[in-house]
């Protein structure tokens, strides 16, 4: 017999580092703190385009995505949730956002010296950003494929 399935939240965030800047959301909800471009990733999309268009969404610019940070998963008694933890650069020069809308109130660069100017959603946004700045271990983004998608790289011998 099968068992109900587990009702999951998939979620996605980007730390956005251009040299010793890294991109902070002014958040519309959450008690309009500071915290990483974030969200839920929407039906049919994958982590990383989530993470493409949270970005773009309350950050306001494009983004190349460099790696992933972490996969973080957090069961619970009726739920869960994975959320995926990327780096990423700006893809261009595009200014932060700076009007407020139903996504974030705005974004702004800031350097970790900075950080404690603003009142961040979670003690996790420094702990990340750090990490970050330290030079922690990224992980390729082909860590996370569809299913189907082929192996790549080294290969065992035919049997």
């Known amino acids: 017999m099968a068992r109900p ?31 990483l471009p974030a969200g839920a990733v929407e039906p049919g999309e994958s982590f990383a385009e989530a993470a493409r268009r949270e970005a773009l969404e309350e950050a306001g610019i494009p983004i190349n995505l460099l790696g992933i940070i972490r996969v973080e998963h957090t069961p619970r008694p009726d739920s869960a949730r994975i959320r995926v933890v990327f780096l990423a650069e700006p893809s261009g020069e595009t200014p932060l956002k700076s009007h407020a809308d139903h996504e974030s109130l705005g974004a702004q660069w800031v ?10 959603r979670a003690p996790y946004v ?14 390729p983004l ?12 080294p290969q065992p011998p035919a049997s």
Do not use: C, M
């Open 126 to 139: 420094k702990d990340v950003l750090r990490f970050v700045a330290a030079g922690g271990p990224v992980q």
């Open 5 to 35: 399935p587990i009702p999951t939240w998939h979620l996605t965030a980007v730390v956005v580092r251009k040299g010793e800047r890294f991109v902070l959301v002014h958040e519309a909800t959450h008690g309009q703190n500071w915290y």
């Open 142 to 153: 082909s860590l996370i494929e569809a299913e189907g998608h082929p192996f790549l790289g």
């Open 111 to 120: 350097t970790l010296e900075e950080i404690d100017r603003y009142p961040l």
